[in-house]
């Protein structure tokens, strides 16, 4: 198992190339199971999550393909139930039901466990699938669906804490094959649910209104073989821009979408330091005099809920008291405890993160229990004294594609450790 050293104290500056995005890249992986025909897909991240994914998608049937950023999927023939040992490594295994029930009309997958970040329900996702005629039963772990034919109809998918990305995510895919028109009222309307809609577009799906809160899919008999460039990571770029504010003289993020990073970018705005867009870059320039924030997570466009360890983290040495209200994953704040052992100064309230800023944080062995958290880690070890030490890399790994060396190119002095 790796971990990171961070020294801190180093500025940065300079241009970082910001990934495909993950979140964008696992379901349009799992959306080519809905055809027989070759789909190619480009810029997927190097992450472990997309290995994870692609797995999955070699033991139901699919033949893989993968030449650096670029993966061909073809599955002509396939299963319809997912391996335990890997569906378990991942949560995100969930959004091969879709498009299984959806071209075999039966999906078998592990029912996904608890999580670090707190409760992560399937009701929603079950919801979905039974509104389009699909029966569902839990069983040894599993979550079996079966359906005779599918059939579009109307549907809300809110919960109690908003919209579902992967709910979504899966009841679109499925929707796509069903008879009829489906239409999903409190829909998420994520980018990353965009980009899945547009690729599902150019295999001969008919969806509409991704983006908003209500999508119309018009059932089509079959898909074809389509190829798509993955959208730019918006929660990397964002985590980077946080970098550059705490750490940077300049820093640019090159290959973005500014737009999927409006929030963000008004709340470091707002913080102090100047932000700057063009077409596709984002530039950031440090301030010796940041303001504390108010800032609460809230469902795209508003503030994600991926990028509230790493502002956390920012406000953490920010003279103020700053406040933050996750209300997506109300306990997502694993990263807490592990940032006042660097000497932060915060304190929960119930879903409410109470910061009061320090002048220096020193660096301390740390245990990374989330990806987001893992990476907010690394961004206090930036800016700490001495050396930081983020054990549990692997959480890293499932979602920035080399931060070590993107941050090194940067300036930041960061060794990986094979332990
Ligand atoms: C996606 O997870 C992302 N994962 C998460 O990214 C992200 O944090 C989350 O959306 C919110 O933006 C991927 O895209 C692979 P949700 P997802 O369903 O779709 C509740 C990261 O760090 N809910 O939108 O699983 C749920 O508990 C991560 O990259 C139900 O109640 O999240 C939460 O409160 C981790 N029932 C809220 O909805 C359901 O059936 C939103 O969750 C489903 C969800």
Redesign the pocket.
């Known amino acids: 198992m790796d971990k990171i050293l961070v020294h801190g104290g180093h500025k940065l500056s300079g241009n970082v190339r910001i990934s495909g995005s993950?979140?964008?890249a696992?379901?349009i992986l799992a959306a080519t199971l809905l055809t027989k025909e070759p789909c190619v897909i480009s810029n997927v991240p190097d992450l472990s999550?997309i290995h994870f994914m692609l797995q999955i998608l070699s033991h139901l049937g699919a033949s893989v393909e993968r030449a650096s950023g670029t993966v061909r999927v073809e599955a002509v023939k396939i299963k319809s139930e997912a391996p335990y040992d890997i569906v378990r490594k991942m949560?995100?295994s969930?959004?091969v039901l879709g498009p299984l029930l959806g071209r075999k009309k039966k999906a078998i997958v592990s029912l996904p466990g608890g999580?670090v970040?707190?409760?992560?329900?399937?009701?929603?996702?079950?919801?979905g699938f039974e509104a389009l005629g699909a029966t569902s039963v839990i069983e040894h772990g599993n979550v079996k669906l079966s359906a005779r034919t599918l059939r579009g109809s109307e549907m809300n998918l809110r919960?109690?804490?908003?919209?579902?990305?992967?709910?979504?995510?899966n009841v679109m895919m499925a929707a796509t094959l069903a008879k009829g028109v489906t239409v999903i009222e409190g829909a998420?309307a994520?980018p990353?649910v965009v980009d899945l809609a547009n690729f599902l577009n150019k295999m001969g799906a008919k969806i509409e209104g991704a983006g908003t809160r209500r999508i119309t899919i018009e059932g089509v008999k079959e898909l074809h073989g389509a190829e798509h460039s993955v959208i730019p990571d918006r929660?990397e770029a964002g985590t980077y821009l946080v970098a550059g504010a705490m750490m940077g003289t300049e820093v640019k993020l090159q290959r973005v979408k500014p737009e999927h990073l409006a929030s963000v970018i008004t709340h470091v705005r707002e913080s102090g330091y100047e932000v700057e867009t063009a077409a596709s870059s984002v530039t950031v320039r440090g301030n010796g005099n940041p303001k504390p924030l108010r800032l609460t997570t809230e469902?795209?466009p508003g503030f994600?809920?991926?990028m509230q360890a790493q502002m956390c983290a920012l406000l953490c040495r920010t003279i103020g008291i700053s406040v933050i209200s996750e209300t997506?994953?109300?306990q997502r704040y694993m990263h807490v405890s592990e940032l006042k052992r660097m000497g932060a100064d915060i304190s929960l309230d119930g879903h409410t993160a109470i910061i009061k800023g320090v002048k220096k944080l020193s660096g301390a062995p740390v245990m990374a229990s989330?990806?987001?958290a893992s990476a907010a880690l690394v961004l206090a070890g930036l800016q700490a004294d001495g050396v930081t030490e983020v054990n549990r890399v692997y959480h890293i790994d499932r979602?920035y594609e080399s931060i070590d060396e993107k941050l090194n190119a940067l300036g930041a002095r960061i060794e990986r450790v094979k332990v």
């Open positions: 993950k979140n964008s696992l379901p999550d949560r995100a969930v959004c999580c970040i707190g409760d992560r329900p399937i009701d929603l996702h079950i919801r919960g109690k804490n908003g919209p579902t990305v992967l709910g979504t995510d998420a994520e990353e929660i469902p795209y994600p809920t991926d997506i994953f109300p989330d990806l987001r979602g």
